[in-house]
């Protein structure tokens, strides 16, 4: 079992950046497949990037690519999502979560969540 935890949100203006850290409890982060997802108002949690157990693949949204970076520090047991050249689209409350197996952009692959973090970017 791992508890997931969020900060580094807040509010920014357009074009800024912001860097998301998600902090996990206990001695198994490193056997989890982690995920960054987001929520804004009205709309469903959607997927926006992936890391494998080692950090070797990642995966993100078509919508953030080139722009955010997630990674992983196993020895911190903490993922991050670096987010550069943030858009007022950005705006949601953003999850980090933590999987077993299963296709890395589904929700329903993850089996911990952390509370979100709120991000929003003004323009």
């Known amino acids: 079992q791992v508890q997931l935890g969020e900060s580094g949100g807040g509010l920014v203006q357009a074009g800024s950046s912001l860097r998301l850290s998600c902090a996990a409890s206990?001695?198994?982060?490193?056997?989890?497949?982690m995920g960054w997802f987001r929520q804004a108002p009205g709309k469903e949690r959607e997927f926006v990037a992936a890391?494998?157990?080692?950090?070797?693949?990642?995966y993100y949204a078509d919508s953030v690519k080139g722009r955010f970076t997630i990674s992983r520090d196993n020895s911190k047991s903490t993922v991050y999502l670096q987010m550069n050249s943030l858009k007022p689209e950005d705006t949601a409350v953003y999850y980090c979560a933590a999987r077993y197996s299963g296709a890395y952009y589904d929700t329903r692959s993850y089996g911990y969540w952390g509370q979100g973090t709120q991000v929003t970017v003004s323009s």
């Open positions: 206990g001695r198994t982060f490193r056997t989890y497949a």
């Open positions: 890391i494998s157990l080692s950090g070797s693949n990642l």
